[in-house]
Nanobody
Framework: QVQLVESGGGLVQAGGSLRLSCAAS????????MGWYRQAPGKERELVAT???????TYTDSAKGRFTISRDNAKNTVYLEMDSLKPEDTAVYYC???????????????WGQGTQVTVSS
């Protein structure tokens, strides 16, 4: 089994910054892509950013120029640095990871439990 644990959420004023972390633990042979998603009240979960094992990143348009995704492969951890936060960034942020548990396993996607980010105006 694999567990993803997010941290770093909280309350911040508009224009402020937060850094989210997500650490994967358990039976892990390798991790391919990792990503951050968010879900605001009454809305569907949406992609924020992804990063491959090699460091290639993608961002949703609303995150470009303000958010930076990174990872530490040695620590099985993905980060999301969020700057110039806006009230519309308020949501529960979830990380996910595409994990191979053993050398002969297929990749499976795991999700964290979510961390609340609230941006006040």
């Amino acid at each position: 089994q694999v567990q993803l644990v997010e941290s770093g959420g909280g309350l911040v004023q508009a224009g402020g910054s937060l850094r989210l972390s997500c650490a994967a633990s358990g039976t892990i042979f390798s991790i391919n892509a990792m990503g951050w998603y968010r879900q605001a009240p009454g809305k569907e979960r949406e992609l924020v950013a992804t990063i491959t094992r090699g460091g290639t990143t993608t961002y949703t348009d609303s995150a470009k120029g303000r958010f930076t995704i990174s990872r530490d492969n040695a620590k099985n951890t993905v980060y999301l640095e969020m700057d110039s936060l806006k009230p519309e960034d308020t949501a529960v942020y979830y990380c996910n990871a595409n994990v191979r548990e053993k050398v002969d396993s297929n990749y499976r996607t795991y999700w964290g439990q979510g961390t609340q980010v609230t941006v006040s105006s």
